[in-house]
């Protein structure tokens, strides 16, 4: 079966992608709105790109209005489709964190998924502690095993459509690791009981692990 791109729907084409390209790590990124409102959610599109200067990237996409806002469109005649509060919160501020998801709070981390109204606090929401971050203003979560500070380093907008997206990419300026996956002084990758996301509504748990030494080419 052979496909091309431009020749499908795009739920046949988002559904290839999610269910093709797997496991994708997830970004569970703390901001701040312009005025101080705390806001949590997670994203899977998602990686590292860079480690000089170190770069993490992640793709919010756009969604459809909140209750609040579509009576607003239908007065305004506005097109139904806005950018996330994250991405918002982003451009307005420059700042946010990105932590890692454990199979411990993948429970809590699938609650702060929904679509809620920006005045909803996602850490209260699941129920999820927060603690100060070095350098930037958003808190991390406070039981992730790492955190990354970030700075924005720069937004791609691809398209302003119902169906596109942007990237945010940012600079790390700090790190946060808990102790206890602290191993001989450096991060015990053995201890990290991530998750991914895979397609749908399935996950998986990146403990089942092999090594493969990579050839030495002379």
């Not at 909803?120 to 929401?125: A, G, I, K």
């Not at 791609?156 to 002084?185: A, R």
């Amino acid at each position: 079966m052979d496909v091309v791109p431009s020749e499908l729907a795009h739920r046949e084409l988002y559904n290839i992608l999610i269910n093709a390209v797997v496991p994708r790590p997830i970004a569970w990124v703390s901001t701040l709105s312009a005025s101080g409102q705390p806001n949590l959610a997670p994203f899977s599109f998602f990686n590292a790109v860079c480690a000089k200067p170190p770069l993490l990237v992640f793709a919010p996409g756009m969604r459809p209005p909140k209750k609040s806002e579509a009576a607003a469109d239908a007065t305004a005649g506005h097109p139904g489709v806005h950018v996330k509060d994250t991405l918002r919160n982003v451009r307005d501020t420059g700042e946010f964190v990105i932590n890692l998801v454990t199979f411990e709070l993948a429970e809590a981390m699938n609650l702060t998924s929904g679509e809620y109204d920006a005045s909803v606090d996602e850490f209260e929401l699941a129920n999820l502690a927060s603690a100060p971050s070095t350098i930037v203003r958003p808190r991390r979560v406070a039981e992730s095993p790492v955190s990354f500070e970030c700075k924005l380093h720069q937004i791609l907008d691809f398209n302003p459509e119902p169906e596109g997206g942007s990237l945010v990419i940012g600079q790390i300026v700090s790190i946060h690791i808990n102790e206890q996956h602290i191993k001989d002084g450096r991060l015990d990758r053995n201890s990290l009981n991530l998750v991914g996301r895979m397609g749908g509504m399935q996950y998986t748990r990146t403990t089942e692990r092999f090594e493969m030494v990579r050839p030495k080419v002379e």
